[in-house]
């Protein structure tokens, strides 16, 4: 009897101990998925605070880098013309006249003084131009003023202005061309007050010319530097060949370029 009773307790203590046994089994089980699941949550969070705190610092970078864009923009658009040209920095440059303007009557594509002006400020100046040209053929001072009031002309550095051929051709009243050439520069430094302005004393206007005179006095009232291509072309001895006609062929314009130049230098030495 005492035997029985001893297999029997030994049986409920085997069957207690497997039953313990598996439920132990199984708790540390579910301990140990629940730590995996913590652990993933936990190594989740963290990869997404890095990833945040490495986006925060993207983001900061960017904000840091626009900004200091903005700035050197911002300095660099104070600048003047003169501080612009000495320290390399890219000018923008606007061409407003008649055909002159637009090297009518040069030999080669190489011969337009506006391109080769651009060549040359960037050889002495290492600076860089954009150049705009609204030139026209038979382009009068009023109509210079008409495509000056369709077009933005603030981010500009050097204006040029190329007029009197056209208007001595079509009539154009002493009276009225000097008013619109007043107009004309009044209009810019309004529009402006930044520009260097040079007005284009042409070949084609010898040297008593009314028209050229009223350009002067324009250019005096102004405190402006013209830049005397008709003077230039009787310096050099031999006009004829300079010319095809009237008009300027490569060897001209070259001078129109060298002129402009020598204009542009006095600038920058007095500003």
């Not at 658009?77 to 920095?89: A, R, S």
């Not at 040209?133 to 603030?154: F, K, M």
């Not at 291509?229 to 001895?237: P, Q, R, S």
């Amino acid at each position: 009897m005492n035997k029985k009773i001893g297999v029997v307790i030994i049986t409920f203590l085997f069957i207690s101990l497997v039953i313990v046994s598996v439920f132990g089994i199984k708790k540390s089980n579910e301990l140990q998925n629940k730590d995996k699941q913590e652990y993933a949550e936990w190594l989740q969070k963290n990869i997404i605070d890095q990833k945040k705190s490495e986006l925060g610092q993207a983001q900061k970078e960017v904000k840091e880098a626009e900004k200091e864009v903005k700035e050197t923009a911002a300095t660099e658009e104070n600048l003047d013309f003169n501080q612009k040209l000495q320290k390399g920095k890219s000018i923008n440059i606007l061409v407003l006249g008649d055909g002159l303007a637009l090297s009518q009557g040069k030999d080669t594509t190489d011969g337009s003084w506006d391109k080769n002006l651009v060549n040359l400020i960037k050889n002495t100046y290492k600076s860089d131009s954009q150049l705009k040209n609204l030139g026209e053929q038979g382009c009068t001072i009023i109509r210079g003023n008409e495509i000056l009031a369709s077009n933005d002309i603030h981010s500009f550095d050097l204006i040029l202005t190329c007029f009197g051929q056209s208007d001595r051709n079509k009539g154009v009243t002493l009276q009225d061309f000097k008013q619109g050439y007043t107009d004309l520069i009044k209009n810019i430094k309004s529009k402006n007050s930044k520009a260097v302005i040079i007005p284009i004393l042409p070949n084609t206007l010898n040297l008593e010319s009314d028209y050229r005179n009223q350009i002067l006095s324009v250019v005096k009232e102004n405190t402006l530097i013209a830049a005397d291509v008709k003077t230039a072309f009787l310096n050099t001895g031999n006009q004829s060949e300079l010319t095809v006609g009237v008009l300027p062929n490569d060897n001209g314009y070259k001078i129109y370029t060298q002129v402009i130049s020598e204009v542009i230098k006095q600038y920058t030495k007095t500003n």
